[in-house]
Nanobody, 115 residues
Framework: VQLQASGGGLVQAGGSLRLSCVIS????????MGWYRQAPGTQREWIAR???????YYRDSEKGRLTISRDDAKRTLYLDIYSLRPDDTADYYC??????????WGQGTKVTVSS
């Protein structure tokens, strides 16, 4: 399994953004998929997860501002971020867990939010 994240860029505060993560390899082995972010000088933190059946979970502090979704036909995981704030500036990473308990990571896409 390989993951390729994209969609980052420079966005004004208050705007919205859609990040994408294209999946290569055996998509049928994937169970949960998620998004993490890492702001400069901080540790990577989990922000959203979607299970194989489609149940979604969000970091408490971000509920209402994020939507995670997956389109298996397009082999793509998405993250929509609304009402962007300067403190959303970070590298965003997608990941995928597989049936054989391996976690794969994408390379990260950078989001910069200007005030």
């Amino acid at each position: 399994v390989q993951l390729q994240a994209s969609g980052g860029g420079l966005v004004q505060a208050g705007g919205s953004l859609r990040l994408s993560c294209v999946i290569s390899g055996s998509i049928f082995s994937i169970t949960n998929m998620g998004w993490y972010r890492q702001a400069p000088g901080t540790q990577r933190e989990w922000i959203a997860r979607i299970t194989r059946p489609g149940t979604t979970y969000y970091r408490d502090s971000e509920k209402g501002r994020l939507t995670i979704s997956r389109d298996d036909a397009k082999r793509t995981l998405y993250l929509d971020i609304y009402s962007l704030r300067p403190d959303d500036t970070a590298d965003y990473y997608c990941n995928a867990d597989t049936d054989d308990m391996i976690t794969y990571w994408g390379q990260g896409t950078k989001v910069t939010v200007s005030s």
